[in-house]
Nanobody
Framework: QVQLVESGGGLVQPGGSLRLSCAASGRLFSLYTMGWYRQAPGKERELVASITSYGSTDYADSVKARFTISRDNAKNTVYLQMNSLKPEDTAVYHC????????WGQGTQVTVSS
């Protein structure tokens, strides 16, 4: 069983930045593919960014060049640096760990509004 705890969400003005963190339990973190997903009200959950155990990254077209995913295996933590935030980035952001099974965090709210 893997437990994921997200932090770093909040209210930010358009054009601002936030950094989300996701701390994972367990000793196999370095083997997980980690991802950030988001779900806005009335919409389906969508993949925002992912990073493999080798460090390969992938991004949704809507966040490319604005968001950066990274991981620190020594700290069992994955990050999502979000810059140039837009109102349409408003959503609950969930951390995902994939290694044979999928594990999810509770989510952290990101609201982009003036």
């Amino acid at each position: 069983q893997v437990q994921l705890v997200e932090s770093g969400g909040g209210l930010v003005q358009p054009g601002g930045s936030l950094r989300l963190s996701c701390a994972a339990s367990g000793r196999l973190f370095s083997l997980y593919t980690m991802g950030w997903y988001r779900q806005a009200p009335g919409k389906e959950r969508e993949l925002v960014a992912s990073i493999t155990s080798y460090g390969s990254t992938d991004y949704a077209d809507s966040v490319k060049a604005r968001f950066t995913i990274s991981r620190d295996n020594a700290k069992n933590t994955v990050y999502l640096q979000m810059n140039s935030l837009k109102p349409e980035d408003t959503a609950v952001y969930h951390c995902n760990a994939h290694f044979r099974f999928d594990y999810w965090g509770q989510g952290t709210q990101v609201t982009v509004s003036s």
